[in-house]
């Protein structure tokens, strides 16, 4: 059975109830797992009210702001939790970000400063998480990141998106391959097309999720709560032996050639 009574699992990556994030929160409460949430703050503090809100039913014993591109606050995030929990058991990487112009038209036009955007925000993140994670994770751990076929193949207007997701698959197996000694298992999961805030900063998202719906086995995509399921099943002792990998939660979209 699928438990994770008394472990303890920072998700990271709510903006609102449409995030993939939301849906892996939901399934990690329903296993039993102790919750830690962080948001991205504004100026205004909207986001801290929304997804405090949206939140509560979960009863999250922490709820940090946590930028990934302000050290400050990833030092004080993870600081917060060896205060508070003691121990780290899972994180939940689930987050990204490109500039809207370099989601649509041609890739050749991506600029710099895109470019090293997306890649920070994106990949280098799941670095800079596991590095704070890992001396939290005492008693071994699991580390999942969402991802999207992008990374592997060509999706019109993903552009420098792709990019990103590549490298963050090469994290995936890179950050395995160390942490694993400490029998902290690293992997990620390519989701099939969902509408969310993030996606639809992509060109053209909902031609994707129709054409998904059309060809895919499944014949359709899938939900958030469908991919919470596989990142809760990663974060229990049912994946003991599962590290590196690239999960397909993608109603089967991934394995047909045309
Ligand atoms: N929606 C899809 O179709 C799809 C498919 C496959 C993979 N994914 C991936 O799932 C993850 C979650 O995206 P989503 O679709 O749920 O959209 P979303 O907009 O709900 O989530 C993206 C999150 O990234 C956060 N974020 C952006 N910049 C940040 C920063 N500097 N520091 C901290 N957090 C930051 C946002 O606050 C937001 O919570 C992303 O990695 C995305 O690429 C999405």
């Not at 503090?45 to 302000?70: H, I």
């Not at 003991?240 to 979209?253: H, K, L």
């Amino acid at each position: 059975m699928l438990d994770l009574t008394g472990k303890n699992a920072l998700v990271t990556g709510i903006a609102n109830n449409r995030s993939i994030a939301w849906g892996i929160a939901q399934q990690l409460h329903k296993a039993g797992a102790n919750l830690g949430i962080t948001y991205l703050p504004d100026e205004r503090g909207r986001m801290e009210k929304k997804v405090a809100e949206l939140t509560e039913p979960l009863t999250p014993s922490l709820f940090l702001p946590c930028n990934v591109q302000d050290d400050e606050q990833i030092k004080a995030t993870f600081d917060r939790v060896k205060q508070k929990w003691g121990k780290l058991d899972s994180l939940i990487h689930c987050l990204a970000f490109a500039n809207r112009d370099d989601l649509t038209g041609n890739f050749s036009d991506t600029s710099r400063q895109g470019f090293n955007t997306a890649l920070e925000i994106s990949a280098y993140s799941l670095v800079q998480l596991a590095q704070a994670a890992k001396p939290l994770m005492v008693d071994g751990g699991s580390i999942v990141t969402l991802t999207y076929i992008g990374g592997v193949r060509v999706v019109p207007n993903y552009n420098v998106m792709g990019i990103a997701k590549a490298a963050l698959e090469m994290n995936v197996r890179y950050l395995a391959s160390e942490l694993g000694p400490q029998n902290i298992r690293v992997n990620g999961v390519s989701a099939g097309p969902i509408r969310t805030l993030a996606s639809s900063a992509v060109g053209g998202i909902l031609d994707m999720i129709h054409h998904v719906e059309a060809v895919a086995p499944l014949r359709r995509t899938v939900t958030q709560l469908e991919v919470g399921n596989t990142a809760a099943f990663l974060c229990s002792d049912l994946a003991s032996g599962v590290t590196g990998q690239i999960i397909y939660v993608d109603a089967g979209y991934g394995i047909m050639g045309m």
